[in-house]
């Protein structure tokens, strides 16, 4: 068991460090000349609203280029792996499969993590110099943030397995996070519709990830604390996407 | 049984175990979708504040043009104006301050539709509500706009210290009055500076010139809004002249 476990932790390991070492610099100078530019504008049309302003931007900005890091990198990894033939190496040696998915799904939630931490120290170093603290629930709106991140490269992975190209997936993937950003609202129109359209809509509902639970940005003050819920059903969600995954690579032949 | 079956059927009931969770303990804190008006210049922005959970960006964005909407504040013009319309009051009886009647049609519907977007937009609400009564004369308008706010906030004491205000405003109690009901407010850090420029300025004309001055204080101290700082600056030097 301790051997499998150390083959998980070496493939999450490689996984961080080859991310680390891609393309991480180029995102990171897009986001603080992003998040300088706009702190500019919204300093001279905000006026008072400045420190709001810049708490929301900064914080959307950290999840957006985070998101599109982490369906990137899940769309294309096991894709790149096959294609380089670095599976075949991996799968020579006592790895199970499931360890690797594990290890890679490990190291993208990784890569994850060491983003919107390096991020939110650039927002927050951002809104410190502008003359601002730090806002009220800005851990758990990053916290919410890792946890949406989290389901949908998890749910990214489960896809390459499948599509036929990366864009695909991440057309796909995209979807999904829309739509789970509008949960509440199927839910609403679900309750309103009748007949066909209230049946895809209540199934639409169990399908589909609600995001809004972890939405902590967009809760004010204490409400945005996430409730214990979101933990829970972020793990089933995380773990049904792998075990999905998991039952399609293991009918793939390498 | 195949092991793929058995991943698939885990799965499955892993992602409905989510979904059972979530929805058994969330409830929207926001506007259902039929609450929410298309704005005259389209709902794509509404779309993306749904779309990518960013309802709290897409309000500030629309606080914003709110702003840019109603323009610079014109304090000079404004507060000779308002001293006449209430000297014209009192002589006609008139009960209703008309600054600018019938300019910006739209003011109500974009403040509202802040608080479509994102109901917990506290300054947004106060800042809509003060600028219809006591800049614009229209309280009614204002009224409406806190009612809303209250709908998703009922427990706000803000909102209702401001309905308290507007109550005396439109029925034309004492300055006094509704300087008093806005005071508590004025302390808070939602509280937008037009409200406290307007409490500052009811202060000033009925007299009260310590509380005017210390509201004028205020804003030169904390707000950066440079045309508030300046002006608050202009009144402070006038009200220490008045006081020698």
Known sequence: MKKLLTAVLVVAENSFRESVRNKFFTLFAVFAFTAIYASVLAGVMAVDQEARVLADFGLALIELTALAYALFNASSVLLKEAETKTIYLVFSRPVPRWAYLAGKLAGSLLTTVFMLAVMGLMHLALLKFRGFGIPQGYAWALAGSFMKLAVITSFALFVSLFSTSAVSTLVISGVLWTTGHFAAETRFLAEKAAGLAAVALKAAIWLIPNFQLFNARDAAGAACALPAAAFLSVTVWVAGAYFAALGLLERKEF | ?244
């Not at chain 2, 409905?16 to 058994?24: C, F």
């Not at chain 2, 407010?185 to 005017?212: E, H, S, W």
Request: charged share 20%.
């Open chain 2, 1 to 244: 049984m195949p092991r793929f079956i058995l991943y698939a059927a885990a799965a499955l009931f892993a992602w409905t175990s989510g979904a059972a969770v979530s929805y058994g303990s969330y409830r929207s804190p926001f506007p259902p979708p039929s609450e929410i008006h298309v704005p005259v210049q389209g709902a794509a922005g509404d779309m993306f504040a749904l779309a990518f959970g960013a309802r709290r960006l897409f309000a500030d964005v629309w606080f914003i043009r709110l702003m840019q909407y109603f323009g610079a504040p014109e304090f000079e013009k404004a507060e000779e104006a308002a001293a006449d319309e209430e000297r014209a009051e009192h002589e006609h009886h008139h009960h209703h301050h008309s600054l600018e009647g019938g300019k910006y049609p739209e003011f109500q519907a974009r403040a509202l539709h802040i608080l479509e977007i994102d109901p917990g937009f506290t300054m947004a609400a106060l800042y809509g509500a003060g600028s219809l009564a006591f800049n614009l004369g229209k309280p009614r308008e204002a009224q409406a706009v806190l009612e809303y706010a209250l709908k998703y906030s009922p427990k706000n004491w803000k909102y209702l210290n401001m309905l308290a205000a507007l109550g005396y405003y439109k029925n034309a109690e004492a300055p006094q009055a509704v300087a008093d009901a806005l005071a508590p407010i004025l302390k808070d850090p939602d509280c937008p500076v037009m409200l406290k420029q307007q409490a500052a300025f009811l202060n000033k004309r009925i007299g009260n010139y310590a509380a005017a001055a210390a509201i004028y204080a205020d804003i030169a101290a904390t707000s950066r809004d440079t045309a508030y700082v300046r002006n608050a600056e202009r009144e402070l030097s006038r009200l220490a002249e008045k006081a020698r």
